[in-house]
Nanobody
Framework: QVQLVESGGGLVQAGGSLRLSCASS????????MGWFRQAPGKERELVAA????????YYPDSVKGRFTISRDNDKNTVYLQMDRLKPEDTAVYYC??????????????????WGQGTQVTVSS
């Protein structure tokens, strides 16, 4: 079982920045691709950033590409989401997620099976 705990959400004005962190328990963090999802009221859950096990490859949808940056520190069992130039449409609950062990498909939303509790990000206009 992978335990994930997000932090860093909050209220920010449009154009501002936030950095989310996700801490994982255990010694097997590098076995998992990691992703960040978000879900706004009335909308489907969306994969907004993903990173491979090796910390070499990343994925972003067009909605956030160029504004969001995912990174991981396998020595600290932590994944981050740096969000810049935030827009009101970015308002959502953001969830950290881990893939099935040893997954090579970090860019596929269906690979993620472990979830954090979520952290609220609210961007005011």
């Amino acid at each position: 079982q992978v335990q994930l705990v997000e932090s860093g959400g909050g209220l920010v004005q449009a154009g501002g920045s936030l950095r989310l962190s996700c801490a994982s328990s255990g010694r097997t963090f590098s076995r998992y691709a990691m992703g960040w999802f978000r879900q706004a009221p009335g909308k489907e859950r969306e994969l907004v950033a993903a990173i491979s096990r090796s910390d070499v490859r990343t994925y972003y949808p067009d909605s956030v590409k160029g504004r969001f940056t995912i990174s991981r520190d396998n020595d600290k069992n932590t994944v981050y989401l740096q969000m810049d130039r935030l827009k009101p449409e970015d308002t959502a609950v953001y969830y950290c997620a881990a893939s099935t062990p040893y997954s090579s498909y970090y860019y596929r939303a269906g690979e993620y099976v472990y979830w954090g509790q979520g952290t609220q990000v609210t961007v005011s206009s």
